[in-house]
T-cell receptor, first 113, second 111 residues
Framework: EAGVAQSPRYKIIEKRQSVAFWCNPI?????LYWYQQILGQGPKLLIQ????????DSQLPKDRFSAERLKGVDSTLKIQPAKLEDSAVYLC???????????FGPGTRLTVL | GENVEQHPSTLSVQEGDSAVIKCTYS??????FPWYKQELGKGPQLIID?????GEKKDQRIAVTLNKTAKHFSLHITETQPEDSAVYFC??????????FGKGTTLSVSS
């Protein structure tokens, strides 16, 4: 079974630039999550989708972050404009159901200079 | 909201020894407690989980215990091996809500 795919794996940008990350969840998984993991900390949820609807985006900085999940499958997370404090690993995870095991992708390491 | 505290932040053991990592949570409504292992450059991987209707769960060398009254849960790894070296995260959630993670424990197993 293929795992959660993410791209790119690494991205370096200047502050105030924009960036987008892509996630392809495990086939059939209805729930998709985006987490932000700052160095030395545990992952923090940014947004949770159930199919193509948003379940929880209470921790998403909506003035600069946006996310969508088209057709309930792939998802993109965008940051515009980026700030220095956005430097982190962005993890995508998926689960079959909302209370099922979450499978994580390898993450995208973002560096904002 | 839920808050998860994890201790210790670093743990060094000799191969063959046992390792114990402890977490406490604040919201008594939390009912799902997974443990994740994260190796360098990879995403977290679930190693064991427990739900609030169970006090203990074991899978080979790994076990998790849950004390709902005290609101704490622990990960026990026996007969540690060098390949157990990684960062371990505990987490808690209520039903299908977001996982709240601890800050992680870096486990080093020396041979």
């Amino acid at each position: 079974e293929a795992g959660v795919a993410q791209s790119p794996r690494y991205k370096i940008i200047e502050k105030r630039q924009s960036v987008a990350f892509w996630c392809n969840p495990i086939s059939g998984h209805a729930t998709l999550y985006w987490y932000q993991q700052i160095l030395g900390q545990g992952p923090k949820l940014l947004i949770q989708f159930q199919n193509n609807g948003v379940v929880d985006d209470s921790q998403l900085p909506k003035d600069r972050f946006s996310a969508e999940r088209l057709k309930g499958v792939d998802s993109t997370l965008k940051i515009q404009p980026a700030k220095l404090e956005d430097s982190a690993v962005y993890l995508c995870a998926s689960s079959l159901t909302t209370d099922g095991e979450q499978f994580f992708g390898p993450g995208t390491r973002l560096t904002v200079l | 909201g839920e808050n998860v505290e994890q201790h210790p932040s670093t743990l060094s053991v000799q191969e063959g020894d046992s390792a114990v990592i402890k977490c406490t949570y604040s919201d008594s409504a939390s009912n799902y407690f997974p443990w994740y292992k994260q190796e360098l450059g990879k995403g977290p991987q679930l190693i064991i989980d427990i739900r609030s209707n169970v006090g203990e769960k074991k899978d080979q060398r790994i076990a998790v215990t849950l004390n709902k009254t005290a609101k704490h849960f622990s990960l026990h790894i026996t007969e540690t091996q060098p390949e157990d070296s990684a960062v371990y995260f505990c987490a808690a959630s209520i039903g299908g809500t977001a996982l709240i993670f601890g800050k992680g424990t870096t486990l080093s197993v020396s041979s």
